[in-house]
Nanobody, 116 residues
Framework: QVQLVESGGGLVQPGGSLRLSCAASGFTFSSYFMNWYRQAPGKEREFVAAVSSAGSGTNYADSVKGRFTISRANAMNTVYLQMNSLKPEDTAVYYC?????????WGQGTQVTVSS
């Protein structure tokens, strides 16, 4: 079965950096786009970034462009989200996502808190 396990969250000061990881299993990882979403308290879950199956194509929400970088290591079945210049408004639970036709899977999420 599909499993997505996020890690790397934590507390960081404004302007700091974090790298999130999502370890995937149960499917042919290298064949699928992968996504990151986030959900802040009291808000709906929102798209953050996506990466193509080979890693050559990426897409970002306007709010994170130029600060976040999504990448993947297909040999390790892992997708990453490098987050730089973090702002308090980036505080949220970050989720790894796989979508295929009408199906989608989510990880359990990892908390990112940006605060001084």
């Amino acid at each position: 079965q599909v499993q997505l396990v996020e890690s790397g969250g934590g507390l960081v000061q404004p302007g700091g950096s974090l790298r999130l990881s999502c370890a995937a299993s149960g499917f042919t990882f290298s064949s699928y786009f992968m996504n990151w979403y986030r959900q802040a308290p009291g808000k709906e879950r929102e798209f953050v970034a996506a990466v193509s199956s080979a890693g050559s194509g990426t897409n970002y929400a306007d709010s994170v462009k130029g600060r976040f970088t999504i990448s993947r290591a297909n040999a390790m079945n892992t997708v990453y989200l490098q987050m730089n210049s973090l702002k308090p408004e980036d505080t949220a639970v970050y989720y790894c996502n796989l979508r295929f036709r009408t199906y989608e899977w989510w990880g359990q999420g990892t908390q990112v808190t940006v605060s001084s």
